[in-house]
């Protein structure tokens, strides 16, 4: 199995500040790889790093096979990256975007026709080709921004928050097309701040203050043995007036942890509760696995005791 | 073949830089408009030369000879007598409320001590707030009365000594062959400068820049294809500005116009680099702004352009040396006013291609494909 990226204990330095520490990511190629962390993390500054944009400290990091640190240039033509904030000339049309970075690529003129008509054909972009950049809705400017990432065919993809500030509609478009890119072999490095997009990828990781705490298949992280301790149960309580419950959940010595979820709370109760004082008898409780918000909830507070 | 993808790549670089300015077209208008508008402000309003200076007279004599006096004064051109008045305070008062800038006062005894071949004086107040008014003033008025003594002592005979002088390449000495030459280079530095700064400045704040820097796009390529369409307005800023000078200011250009954008390319790759420099060092274009006016400043004062080198200290005259607009000023006016070619500016030609270079190279180094 080869990997699209290798990173071994990558760290990145601002003189006495270390924005990312010891990081080792192995993500094979064709794979999702979702990466979170709150924001101010380290995300943005280590997608920079696996770029070449930022020169690591310490640690190696391997790109599609070539070496950051030497062979930028060749990294660089063969990466997608979309930054977190809509960074394409706004007062350019769609296709005046499309055809300065397909100039900046090097694509032949010929290359570029056929390129852009794939990607146009493949984003339903047609209709909004003459519009102004800055005209266009949130949703279609960050599938122009996908396609001008997507030119020069490249075999790895960093999207930097990618989804941030568009509806749900336009999101879920875009993830459709993000797998349909995996599907063709083509990897992907997301960051996102959604535990359903998390949910979705072949692998993530969290990253806490430049430490990365995590990293797995969604199930791994579910079952790592820090999140779900010996001696506790993970429970969800579904009914009426949770909040009023919550309260008096925390109250309970037993009860490790409780967060609402929608209709239903998702508690870490020591093995065996009794629940039975809480007056919560007509409400049904049943075992759960946690979610991965469970998880990262878990290891950033594990990370601050 | 990477040459080929090199030039392929600087090419889209300064393809979108031409939409940019085509698409902003507020920019473009004041990047031309403005130094137009300057042109005709310093070109129409500003005469350095003193002429017409506001004079108040108290001729306490009122003999024939002190008329004579006054005629001199009035027949010199430079100085206009507003009015009349009849006591010291008045000519004091005249002054103070700044009706005056001038006060001339011819005493009682004028002609009396004339006729008995004595000393008479006369008394002539300046304000000497606008130091260059007052300076002329005196020196015109020393002159005429200097002139009117001889008179006195020669009579009927001619002067002994009499001075021709004659004012080559500017003949009349207007203040718009002076000026304009110097505005030309002046606002092709503001330009240069200002529109490169802006244009990667506006791309830092977008975070365009930073999308750039993540494709195989050399920082010299996008340098290079951004410096392009700016080189280009600038020469046809600079040309506009010289076609207006000859025929609305009536300035000839004695020289050969091609010589001067010659000279004047290295100045512009100077002002670019500059413009870059400060691109890199700058994250906002408010702070940008700042920077560059902060270069222009002492480029408007100490190069010449309205004070003379010479007549500056020595130490301010070294500075000036080192400022590119210095040489071009100089150059600019040699071309367009003495008709000066490359056998006298070859000096001027090698000091702004060696401050290109070093700038370029400078600005290169600082703007390196990395962020920080």
Known sequence: MSLAIDVQGGTIRFGSFTAVNRVSIQVPKGEVFGLLGPNGSGKTTLIRGLCGLLAFSEGHATILGHDVAKQADLVR????????????????????????????????????KERQAELIALTGLSPYLDRRTDKLSGGWKQRLALVCALLHEPRLIFLDEPTAGIDPVARRDLWDLLFRLAAQGVTLFVTTHYMDEAERCNRVGYIHMGNLLAFGTPDELKRLPNITPPGTLRIEIAGQDTAGVLARLKRHPGVREATIFGQAIHALVDAPCDLQSLGIEHLAVHQTEPSLEDVFVTLARQQAD | MSFRASLQRIYSVARKEIVHIRRDPMTLFFALALPVVELFLLGFAIDTNVRHIRTVVYDAAMTQESEVLLRSFVNSEDFDIKGYVYTDAELHDWIIAGKAKVAIKIPEDYSRRLQAGQQAQILIMVDGTESSTAGEAVNVANAITLRESLRQVLRDRPLPIESRPRILFNPDTRSPNFFIPGLMVVMCQMMATMLTTNSIVKEKELGTLEQLFMTPVLAREVMLGKMGPYIVLTFLEFTAIAVLMRIVFQVPIHGSFVTLLLIVLPFVLTMLGTGL???ARSSSRDAASQLVIGTVMPSVFLSGYVFPVDSMPLVFRYIAKCIPTTWMIDACRGVILRGAGWSELWTHSLVLWCMAIATLVLATIRFRKKLT
């Open chain 2, 277 to 279: 420099f400060i691109s």
């Open chain 1, 77 to 112: 033509q063969s990466i997608g990256y979309m930054s977190q904030k809509f960074s394409l000339y706004a007062d350019l049309t769609a296709t005046e975007n499309m055809d300065f970075y397909s100039g900046i690529y090097g694509l032949s003129p010929a290359r570029q």
